[in-house]
């Protein structure tokens, strides 16, 4: 597939689901001369009003599949829990980047975390939890606290429990449903970190400056950027990243969420990779000469990749649930970039849009 002709201006990329993410990499095809083709099964995605054609179908409907296929020139996926046999079916009829090994290795929590261990990369100590027996053998191995996580379909600390002393493990197994899971010791950590990067067909990597991001409840509040690391820290950062990349030869826009731990011994630990463009890029769109949006186009579709260069400092901050009502004071603010979803029902929780508050790089 990397060796295949690039896609050219007028061609139609498709993509698989239709959240934030793949409405925002419409945009940015759309404005690099293609169109896109929308895969989703909600029949609200906020995807599909940027969108040139739409498919509402399961994701395991061969029919849709199969004339989604034959309608796009090359498809791609803009969160990981689509089925990997869906992507699998796709392949054998029209390119996929990244290749579906990326989705493979990313989307099971346990098999992540073995990826970035093998390749000597820190991760926090980790066992699996196959049934309710290993639980106690597990938490052996990382002490407490420690947290519970389904090793599929969790995210913004969804499927997840904390396991503190005097807890009772069994409760908590029970709590996130009896499924396979994977228990990893609690870090202390000082700030959370990330690096978005994008490689592309011809192996050619460019890394966005690393960020800062700060959780709360789970879910991803704000990212700032320049993050206060030291420089040899985030070129370490950027370095752990790349290697993942590599190892995954990955096409596309890839992003490693990572704890900087209190322990000086082990300083970086990943918590997370995510084959796609991620929320903590959303600062690139305001800060950068090629947003992470459009790099990853670039990037399937064969073309060179484009400046990751941070042109001004950003701090990202997301707009959840009834934040959003904000919209009209964030739309007057000097300096901020508001973006919206076009999310009908505002639910706790729930992204909504985001805002990027800019300032000349070096003044903060
Ligand atoms: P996750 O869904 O695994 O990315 O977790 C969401 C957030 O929960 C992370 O960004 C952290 O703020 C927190 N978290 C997850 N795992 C750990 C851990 N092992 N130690 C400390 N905090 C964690």
Redesign the pocket.
């Known amino acids: 597939m990397p060796d295949s002709p690039p896609i050219r201006p007028g061609m139609v990329i498709g993509i698989l689901g239709g959240g934030q993410l793949g409405r925002m990499l419409a945009v940015a095809a759309a404005e690099m001369g293609f169109a896109c083709h929308i895969y989703c099964p909600d029949q609200k995605s906020p995807a599909f009003a940027v969108a040139a054609a739409r498919t509402i179908a399961p994701y395991d409907d061969e029919a849709a599949l199969a004339a989604f296929a034959g309608s796009v020139d090359i498809v791609t996926f803009e969160f990981e829990n689509i089925p990997l046999a869906t992507l699998r079916s796709l392949a054998e009829k029209v390119p996929v980047l990244p290749d579906p090994r990326s989705l493979e290795a990313t989307q099971d929590r346990l098999v992540e975390k073995q990826l970035i261990a093998g390749l000597g990369i820190g991760v926090?100590a980790f066992a699996q939890v196959a049934s309710q027996s290993d639980i106690y053998s597990a938490l052996a191995r990382t002490g407490r606290p420690a947290?519970l996580?389904t090793r599929r379909l969790?995210?913004?600390?969804k499927g997840?429990t904390l396991i503190r002393t005097g807890d009772d493990p069994v409760g908590a197994w029970r709590s996130i449903g009896e499924v396979p899971a994977v228990l990893?010791?609690?870090?202390p950590?000082e700030r959370?970190i990330s690096v978005v990067l994008a490689r592309g067909r011809d192996r050619t990597m460019r890394a966005y400056d690393v960020a800062e991001?700060v959780?709360v409840d789970?879910i991803l509040a704000t990212s700032t950027v320049p993050a206060s690391v030291p420089a040899a820290l985030a070129d370490e950062a950027i370095a752990i990243a790349g290697r993942i990349a590599e190892a995954l030869e990955h096409v596309g826009v890839l992003a490693v969420?990572m704890?900087v731990s209190t322990d000086n011994r082990k300083r970086l630990l990943v918590?997370?990779i995510a084959p796609r463009v991620h929320n903590s890029g959303h600062w690139t769109t305001d800060g950068c000469l090629c947003s992470q949006f459009e790099q990853h186009i670039r990037a399937i579709a064969g073309w060179p990749l484009g400046g990751a260069e941070r042109h001004d400092d950003v701090v990202m901050e997301n707009l959840i649930g009834d934040a959003v009502a904000e919209w009209p004071a964030l739309a007057a603010e000097p300096g901020a970039r508001l973006h919206l979803y076009g999310k009908t029902e505002t639910r706790p929780g729930r992204k909504m849009g985001h805002v990027n508050r800019i300032s000349p790089a070096g003044d903060t």
């Open positions: 926090s947290l996580k969790g995210y913004d600390g997840q990893e010791a609690f870090v950590f959370e991001n959780h789970g969420e704890f918590n997370e």
